[in-house]
């Protein structure tokens, strides 16, 4: 059983690993996360894992934020504090919710539950609306705009105006219109997170591609898959076979 934690509280994350080492032995902690931004990473990253651990409210944002994002399939149990609502959500929908402090009886009886729903749980709708219209997850906003480099002069491009972002020393900024610019960024990292993920997605280390700049993809035997871009500057990009299945996911949401 693969588990994967999201939870901002170090003793918290701790304790539940300590508890799940006893609890249950056979359970592999794939990683921990400490917020929205780094859960984000790892799904792009990573194949889901057999049970998730999600804390609501994290350093960063509301860890539903990520269903924003992504369709996660896996059954998921939250340790949180919760406000009374949420939480009668979580009992009438059958997700189950570990408040914190967390006893070990109710993990004991989460992880029961696990067992018998087994991989068919999937996030309640109507969960996702109450948290998706709290108040705490609004706000959340992301750029229309970027401003570049261009012949010693800042300018700014629509971001829907962009093809890809690729590392190269620099960051350059590909448009549809086959120019190329500077960003004023000095990682992806940074461009990744001023960006829509609906939008934009991270194809290996040195690539950012624009959904709309992708004109069809295709797999070779080892699982990778190439995408053919709508660009001169950088027709093709490669996606890993570890990020094939992520990309697949995305691109078909």
Known sequence: MKVLIVEDEILIAEQLQRMLKDIA????VLDVLH????????????????????????????????????????PIIFATAYDEYAIKTFKVNGI??????????????????????????????????????????K????????IVQHRNASIPINLSDVTV?????????????GQKYIAEQNTLDEIEDILNPTDFFRAGRRQIINQQAIESYKGDTSGKLFLKLR???????EISREKAPVFKRWIDR
């Open 35 to 74: 917020s929205v931004k780094t859960a984000r990473r790892w799904f792009m990253q990573n194949a889901e894992p057999d049970l998730l651990f999600m804390d609501i409210q994290l350093s960063d944002g509301i860890s539903f934020d990520l269903f924003n994002y992504f369709d996660i399939k896996c």
């Open 25 to 28: 032995p056979q359970a592999e």
């Open 96 to 137: 189950d919710y570990l408040l914190k402090p967390i006893d070990e009886e109710d993990l004991i009886r989460a992880l029961e539950k696990f067992k018998a729903l087994k991989k068919n749980t999937q996030i309640p709708a109507d969960l996702l609306q109450t948290l998706v219209n709290h108040p705490a997850q």
């Open 139 to 146: 706000g959340k906003m992301y750029k229309e705009k970027l």
């Open 165 to 177: 972002f690729y590392l190269d020393q620099v960051i350059y900024v590909v448009t549809n219109d």
């Open 231 to 237: 660009s001169t500057q950088m027709p093709e990009v």
